[in-house]
């Protein structure tokens, strides 16, 4: 294969989403009964990057269902893999990051490195986050998964004080979240000025922040010259979150492993290496991909 290529895979985190995925594909059907099949495996856009061409392709199923079913999204993900053939790696978006072993019973079934994304969304939330707090104690929120423990090493080896997991974070005026489900945390509970840097999906708070706090996206990177994408991908960005000139961390994932030629994935399974994460994150910054503070409220 001589030019690098790579897929992410992704799915709806809503009913809308789905059904927005079934216009871009031409699945009528599911617009009626939202009773996707294999077949609604589809590619939703194209980006690239230099060299390093890329396939978005969509796994038509909510988070309830990967969850319940981890078997039929272990199935379902591999029929994504082949549709995006011939690629050399594959990253994972959302929970399908997290189901079927993390990306080790992927990379099992289709014999290429799957990554998770989890190093680069680490990286990203750490470096804003060690932006963001100029020397200030930081609470990070989701220490029992592989990205919150990652953000609290590397914080405290860049020199900053880090609570993991604190049962009061009313004396943090920097909070990071990265729960792997969402809702954890009542806004009152939040410092009156505080800054959370939410990675988080579904988002860490439970409802709306209070006057006063401010939320910022945590893995937003903004998009350097050279960036490609179709007319569909201009759309994918702005529905998914990205924006017109940003992408988020995660996606970035396989496209700097394909374009380093990396025969291993930078994140899989449950642990996550501080190391992975600064050597992703180095090898983003060469490439001129750069953390940007986007704020959400």
Same mark, same amino acid.
């Given at each position: 294969?001589?030019t690098?290529?790579?897929?992410?895979?992704?799915?709806?985190l809503v009913?809308?989403?789905?059904? $927005?995925?079934?216009?871009?594909?031409?699945?009528? #059907?599911?617009?009626?009964?939202?009773?996707?099949?294999i077949?609604?495996?589809? /590619?939703?856009c #194209?980006?690239?990057f230099? =060299?390093?061409?890329?396939?978005?392709?969509? /796994?038509?199923?909510?988070?309830d269902?990967?969850?319940?079913?981890?078997?039929?999204?272990? =199935?379902?993900? =591999?029929?994504?893999?082949?549709?995006?053939?011939?690629?050399?790696? /594959?990253g994972? @978006?959302?929970?399908?990051?997290?189901?079927?072993?993390? @990306?080790?019973?992927?990379?099992?079934?289709? @014999?290429?490195?799957? !990554?998770? +994304?989890?190093?680069?969304?680490?990286?990203?939330?750490?470096?804003?986050?060690?932006?963001?707090?100029?020397?200030?104690?930081?609470?990070?929120?989701?220490g029992? +998964?592989?990205?919150?423990?990652?953000?609290?090493?590397? $914080?405290?080896?860049d020199?900053?004080?880090?609570?993991?997991?604190?049962?009061?974070?009313?004396?943090?005026?920097?909070?990071?979240?990265?729960?792997?489900?969402?809702?954890?945390?009542?806004?009152?509970?939040?410092?009156?000025?505080?800054?959370?840097i939410?990675?988080? &999906?579904?988002?860490?708070?439970?409802?709306?922040?209070?006057?006063?706090? !401010?939320?910022?996206?945590?893995?937003s990177?903004?998009?350097?010259?050279?960036?490609?994408?179709? @007319?569909?991908?201009?759309?994918?960005?702005?529905?998914?979150?990205?924006?017109?000139?940003?992408?988020?961390?995660?996606? &970035? =994932?396989p496209? /700097?492993?394909?374009r380093?030629?990396?025969?291993?994935?930078?994140?899989?399974?449950? #642990?996550?290496?501080?190391?992975?994460? #600064?050597?992703?994150?180095?090898?983003?910054?060469?490439?001129?991909? &750069?953390?940007?503070?986007?704020?959400?409220?």
């Amino acid at each position: 294969m001589s030019t690098p290529r790579f897929t992410f895979l992704v799915h709806p985190l809503v009913p809308a989403a789905r059904r $927005l995925a079934a216009l871009r594909t031409g699945r009528v #059907r599911m617009l009626a009964t939202e009773r996707p099949t294999i077949d609604d495996v589809a /590619v939703l856009c #194209r980006v690239g990057f230099g =060299e390093v061409e890329g396939l978005v392709v969509g /796994v038509p199923l909510l988070p309830d269902e990967l969850l319940a079913d981890q078997a039929r999204a272990l =199935e379902w993900m =591999e029929r994504a893999v082949q549709i995006a053939a011939p690629v050399g790696h /594959v990253g994972l @978006g959302s929970v399908l990051a997290v189901v079927a072993g993390r @990306g080790t019973a992927l990379a099992e079934a289709c @014999g290429l490195p799957v !990554t998770t +994304g989890n190093a680069a969304t680490a990286w990203a939330a750490a470096s804003i986050t060690r932006r963001v707090a100029n020397g200030r104690a930081v609470a990070v929120l989701g220490g029992r +998964g592989a990205v919150g423990r990652a953000v609290a090493d590397v $914080l405290a080896a860049d020199g900053l004080a880090v609570a993991l997991d604190p049962d009061d974070v009313s004396g943090y005026e920097v909070v990071v979240g990265a729960h792997t489900t969402g809702g954890v945390l009542a806004p009152a509970a939040l410092h009156p000025r505080a800054t959370l840097i939410d990675v988080a &999906l579904p988002p860490t708070l439970s409802g709306p922040p209070p006057p006063g706090v !401010t939320v910022l996206a945590g893995e937003s990177i903004a998009l350097p010259s050279g960036w490609r994408r179709d @007319g569909w991908g201009h759309l994918f960005h702005l529905v998914a979150g990205y924006g017109w000139t940003g992408v988020y961390a995660c996606l &970035l =994932e396989p496209l /700097v492993a394909a374009r380093l030629g990396r025969a291993t994935p930078f994140a899989q399974g449950r #642990r996550l290496d501080v190391a992975a994460v #600064r050597a992703f994150g180095d090898a983003a910054e060469s490439a001129g991909f &750069l953390p940007r503070i986007r704020r959400l409220h």
